[in-house]
């Protein structure tokens, strides 16, 4: 089991920068491969970016270029770095954990999922 806690998350104007950091318990961090996703009002909950073991990352293409996806397995955290942000950024972010190499983009393959941390960009 992980459990996973997101922080972060706030009010900012538009240009403006945030970074997320969720927190894991559990032991074995590092051999999960760990996601964000966002949920924004009335939408699906999409995928962001993702991170595996080896800390290859992948991104939706949205965010290339303006988002960062990072783990530090001593501290059993993964941010993702959010820089330029646009109003359409707005959404609830959530961390998922799933136990395998490769990180997808359908949140039905991440087994834990964290509460979610608000971000609301204003233009």
């Known amino acids: 089991q992980v459990q996973l806690v997101e922080t972060g998350g706030g009010l900012v104007q538009a240009g403006d920068s945030l970074r997320l950091s969720c927190a894991a318990s559990g032991r074995s961090f590092a051999a999960y491969t760990m996601g964000w996703f966002r949920r924004a009002p009335e939408k699906e909950r999409d995928f962001v970016a993702g991170i595996n073991w080896s800390e290859m990352a992948h991104y939706t293409d949205s965010v290339k270029d303006r988002f960062t996806i990072s783990r530090d397995n001593a501290k059993n955290t993964v941010y993702l770095q959010m820089n330029s942000l646009k109003p359409e950024d707005t959404a609830v972010y959530y961390c998922?954990?799933?136990?395998?190499?490769?990180?997808?983009?359908?949140?039905?393959?991440?087994?834990?999922w964290g509460q979610g941390t608000q971000v609301t960009v204003s233009s």
């Open positions: 998922a954990a799933r136990l395998d190499h490769v990180a997808t983009s359908a949140a039905g393959d991440y087994s834990f």
